[in-house]
Structures are given as structure tokens and as C-alpha cells.
């Protein structure tokens, strides 16, 4: 019904920059809030940054100042601007989006979530 497809991963050295995007594609009615989370081995999945249908942001600490998360409401697509990487960022990174689709309630979003990009900073 719904495919959430992230592109722009890769290897970077430290001190470099990626271009993370997610593209969300199916029988949308309408995307509310949209994410990226990260995965690196041996730990939990954490939040990266959030952005609502609206624009506001959220940034978790370890990224402030180095990363931006932007969207494209029209082609229901959210990025991620990655600057001043390092070895640390290194994960899968999953993108996230709330998705009402066709036929279903405006108020009722269902959570879906990408198969995930390899990020990975090395010299």
C-alpha cells in the first residue's frame, strides 16, 4: 500500500557531508509527521530529527548544528542534509513518515518505515 524508499547513503570521510532522501509513494491520502532514525551495530534504533507537515523540527543533541531535516510536501519526500560527519554518525539510517491513506480517516495515520540506508564515515 505504502513504500517508503531512502537513496543517498554511502561512505564519507570525517568532516564530510551526505544528502539523505526519502521518498513515500502509494494510495496516500496525506503524510503528517516524517523522520530519520539510525541503527548502528550492537544498538537500539534512535531518533535522528523529526519535521511535522507543517515544518517544525526536532533534533536529537548528538546531531544539532551538523544535520538538517527538510521536506517536499508536494512530492511527499523528506531529506536529510548531513554535515560535518563523523566516524560516530556511522548507522543505518531508517526514514519514517504517519501516512493516512486512501479511503482511511483523516485523524488515523498509520506509522510506516523505509528498509534503510548505509551511512558510513571512515578515512
Known amino acids: 500500500q505504502v513504500q517508503l524508499v531512502e537513496s543517498g547513503g554511502g561512505l564519507v570521510q570525517p568532516g564530510g557531508s551526505l544528502r539523505l532522501s526519502c521518498a513515500t509513494s502509494?494510495?496516500?491520502?496525506?503524510?503528517?509527521?516524517m523522520g530519520w532514525y539510525r541503527q548502528a551495530p550492537g544498538k537500539q534504533r534512535e531518533l535522528v530529527a523529526t519535521?511535522?507537515?507543517?515544518?517544525?523540527?526536532n533534533y536529537a543533541d548528538p546531531v544539532k548544528g551538523r544535520f538538517t531535516i527538510s521536506r517536499d510536501n508536494a512530492k511527499n519526500t523528506v531529506y536529510l542534509q548531513m554535515n560535518i560527519l563523523k566516524p560516530e554518525d556511522t548507522a543505518v539510517y531508517y526514514c519514517n513518515a504517519d501516512v493516512v491513506t486512501t479511503g482511511s480517516s483523516w485523524y488515523s495515520p498509520v506509522e510506516y518505515w523505509g528498509q534503510g540506508t548505509q551511512v558510513t564515515v571512515s578515512s
Open positions: 502509494g494510495n496516500i491520502r496525506r503524510v503528517g509527521a
Open positions: 519535521i511535522t507537515s507543517g515544518g517544525s523540527t
